[in-house]
């Protein structure tokens, strides 16, 4: 199975940064994009930021500027770095990743994890 585990959250106060991270384990065969999302109480889930074949990278407009995503291919791991960081970045934030697992290399999947809280003070 594959499975991602997120990393990095915590209270930060406003103009902060966070560097949040999302381990990619199991019978991985390859994860052709990974991303980040966020929810916050009350809201829908949103998409922050994707890394395409750990090159290609896109970004919501709220976080423009301010937020890098990276990937380490070697780790099968993916990186947010947050910065210059507000109260309204204040959510729970999601890995996910779109590839396929060795048991089945031609079937795409899509995998979740668990989530890390971010809370930004004012």
């Known amino acids: 199975q594959v499975q991602l585990v997120e990393s990095g959250g915590g209270l930060v106060q406003a103009g902060g940064s966070l560097r949040l991270s999302c381990a990619a384990t199991g019978s991985i065969f390859r994860l052709n994009t990974m991303g980040w999302y966020r929810q916050a109480p009350g809201k829908q889930r949103e998409l922050v930021a994707t890394?395409?074949?750990?090159?290609?990278?896109n970004y919501a407009d709220s976080v423009k500027g301010r937020f890098t995503i990276s990937r380490d291919n070697a780790k099968n791991t993916a990186y947010l770095q947050m910065n210059n960081l507000k109260p309204e970045d204040t959510a729970v934030y999601y890995c996910?990743?779109?590839?396929?697992?060795?048991?089945?290399?031609?079937?795409?999947?899509?995998?979740w994890g668990q989530g890390t809280q971010v809370t930004v003070s004012s």
């Open positions: 996910n990743a779109v590839g396929t697992e060795v048991s089945t290399p031609l079937v795409p999947r899509n995998y």
């Open positions: 890394i395409i074949s750990g090159v290609t990278t």
